[in-house]
């Protein structure tokens, strides 16, 4: 079983900034790529970023890139993404997502809240 766990969440004003991380129960060369999601209210989950876990080539959803920076700490099994230029939009629940070598099956966390305020 691959748990996954998310912190750093929280309330911060317009233009602040955060840092989530996203640690694993296993190494993260027993996955093939981490990334970030998020909902907000009434909102679909969305794509934010997404890692691969050799190389380490990232991408990201077209209303963060240039804010939000997704990297990766090899010995803590952990993924971050940096959160800069907060908006108010950018308001969501945050979920980790890892996908599983072995099976290609994926394991989410259980999301850690950031709220931007105006």
């Known amino acids: 079983q691959v748990q996954v766990v998310e912190s750093g969440g929280g309330l911060v004003q317009a233009g602040g900034s955060l840092r989530l991380s996203c640690a694993a129960s296993v190494s993260i060369f027993s996955l093939t790529a981490m990334g970030w999601y998020r909902q907000a209210p009434g909102k679909q989950r969305e794509l934010v970023a997404t890692i691969s876990t050799s190389g380490g080539n990232a991408n990201y959803a077209d209303s963060v890139k240039g804010r939000f920076t997704i990297s990766r700490d090899n010995a803590k099994n952990t993924v971050y993404l940096q959160m800069n230029s907060l908006k108010p939009e950018d308001t969501a629940v945050y979920y980790c997502?890892?996908?599983?070598?072995?099976?290609?099956?994926?394991?989410w966390g259980q999301g850690t809240q950031v709220t931007v305020s105006s």
């Open positions: 997502n890892v996908v599983i070598r072995w099976s290609g099956l994926n394991s």
